[in-house]
């Protein structure tokens, strides 16, 4: 599910420091702009975070695809994809409070891992991509103008470089270069627009990291603090979403809009543990 997995998902995704921090439990309340109006207030509590459960997607030519999440406290499990033919599984460790590793089975089959890698900081650093024989290793250099550079590369072969850039601790614009140095070379840049409620994954441990995972493959961003709103490329829109909230200020239904391949348009239908 494109969604989804942009923001692990992804990612995500993530904007006054260049940190990428993760966003934990009761960081809720300093984060979302609406926080001191009494008319919405803010439920959760470092006891009882409000964590999304479940995702229903709902394509514009009928396919449902449903996601389910699964925590050990606040920290994610396992999310899994049921569709009518498949069933995707992605499995997460942790140490400490870091996501340090991910496997993704299709239908009970291991067929990707990815590791992450963090400095010091706490800073993602290295994200180095399995499937097969094919290894593919994102490192990350972390700049004093709030951006974040970047180099995939697999073996000898530089497959992307590119930059990401920061605001209010969260990425929302990167310029990517695809197979620099040969023929085949391009860039291009994305640049995600947010709204001002909350992420549905604000209070997952760790998972803010995640939103910088292979900028080269995952197209934008899906936020950390706040909710994609509008993709361009090239300053051209590509895609755009509208939302209808509940009191935490988090989606109940996002109405997705694919101006590129309307086949991938959708709704989503998010569920939480309360």
């Not at 051209?236 to 935490?248: A, E, K, P, Q, R």
Request: net charge negative; aromatic share 12%; glycine share 4%.
């Amino acid at each position: 599910m494109k969604r989804v997995l942009n923001f692990l998902i992804v990612i995500s995704l993530f904007f006054v420091s260049c940190n990428v921090e993760p966003v934990d439990n009761g960081l809720l309340e300093t984060s979302n702009n609406n926080s001191q109006n009494p008319n919405n207030p803010i439920t959760p509590t470092p006891t009882t975070p409000v964590l999304v459960t479940k995702i229903i997607e709902t394509l514009s030519n009928g396919d449902i695809e449903t996601t389910n999440f699964t925590y050990n406290g606040t920290k994610i499990s396992k999310m899994t994809t049921i569709t009518s033919n498949s069933i995707e599984e992605t499995n997460y460790v942790y140490t400490n409070d870091l996501i340090t590793k991910s496997t993704y089975f299709l239908n009970g089959v291991l067929t990707e891992t990815t590791n992450f890698e963090y400095n010091t900081d706490l800073k993602l650093i290295k994200c180095t991509y399995i499937q097969g024989t094919t290894v593919e290793i994102t490192d990350y250099v972390y700049n004093a103008n709030n951006t974040v550079s970047f180099i995939t590369q697999s073996g000898t072969d530089v497959l992307a470089t590119g930059t990401v850039y920061l605001f209010n601790n969260q990425a929302y614009k990167k310029t990517v270069v695809f197979d620099p140095g040969t023929t085949n070379e391009y860039t291009e840049t994305q640049e995600t627009s947010f709204d001002s409620k909350t992420n549905p994954f604000i209070n997952v441990t760790g998972f803010s990291k995640l939103d910088l995972e292979t900028p080269s493959e995952i197209v934008g961003f899906s936020g950390v603090f706040n909710n994609p709103i509008m993709l361009k490329r090239d300053n051209v829109t590509n895609d755009t979403s509208t939302y209808t909230y509940n009191s935490n200020n988090m989606p109940l239904l996002e109405v997705y809009t694919d101006l590129v391949n309307p086949n991938w348009s959708a709704t989503y239908q998010y569920f939480y543990n309360q």
